[in-house]
């Protein structure tokens, strides 16, 4: 009898370690709705954000086929790892000052394990790619962040802020490269950014479309044009 007691508590004390990690796994995965709007994991499916697959180990801003890492990302010199991904999850602002990726961080340690948790055995080479269901906007943390630093409608774009007066776009692959009179660039995937018209007295001058927040997450524009013909106009395919 004793014997049997002692098996049965040798197999709890081994099984336990592994019932936690498959607890913070499913945990993980449902976490990870949140991330599913912008990034995927299957590799090089692009949306928002890069594809998460293959991850660890990766350098950071090296993907190929992702077109949008911002500058500060790809000279960091990151490597993705147990460490680096914690830190990034954590406060990706501090970690990386100037990067472009929309999201202020989760401050739960235990979110951050759980997320890690399904990201390594998802994004692990040879792992079945999943498309996760995406989950409405909000949640773990405050992911969501603004987009230059507002969100609201401009009643009349006939006077523009340089930040929001476009001066060039470029189209590459699946990228529009849009670049504003205070000369600074922004990156969105091409179903990111809207091309509207107002030819309203409110709206712009010929000339001189505006770029103009739109959602919730800081990643998608609008660029109004005075006129349809301005578009093609504006709008030049370069790599």
């Known amino acids: 009898m004793h014997r049997t007691l002692f098996a049965a508590l040798a197999a709890v004390l081994v099984l336990s370690p592994v019932y936690a990690q498959q607890d913070s796994v499913a945990r993980g995965e449902r976490d990870f709705r949140v991330c599913a709007p912008c990034h995927s994991l299957e590799p090089d499916r692009n949306m928002?954000?890069?594809?998460?697959?293959?991850?660890?180990?990766?350098?950071?801003g090296s993907l190929p086929s992702f077109e949008r890492y911002s500058d500060a990302l790809k000279s960091s010199g990151i490597l993705w790892d147990d460490r680096s991904l914690d830190g990034w999850l954590t406060d990706p602002d501090r970690m990386v000052p100037d990067n472009e990726m929309p999201f202020n961080g989760i401050k739960n340690p235990q979110d951050r394990a759980d997320l890690l948790a399904f990201l390594k055995e998802a994004t692990k080479p040879g792992a079945a790619p999943q498309r996760t269901a995406q989950a409405p906007m909000g949640g773990m943390g405050g992911m969501m962040g603004g987009m230059m630093g507002g969100g609201g409608q401009v009643p009349n774009l006939k006077s523009l802020e340089p930040n929001m007066q476009v001066k060039a776009i470029t189209y590459c692959h699946d990228t529009y490269r849009v670049t504003t009179a205070d000369d600074k660039t922004r990156h969105f995937w091409e179903r990111n950014l809207r091309l509207k018209t107002d030819s309203s007295q409110d709206g712009p001058q010929r000339g001189a479309p505006a770029i103009v927040p739109a959602g919730m997450m800081g990643d998608r524009a609008d660029v109004i044009f005075a006129a349809p013909e301005e578009i093609s106009k504006m709008i030049m395919s370069r790599c």
Not at 48 to 60: D, F, I, V
């Open 48 to 60: 928002t954000g890069p594809s998460l697959a293959g991850l660890w180990g990766r350098k950071a």
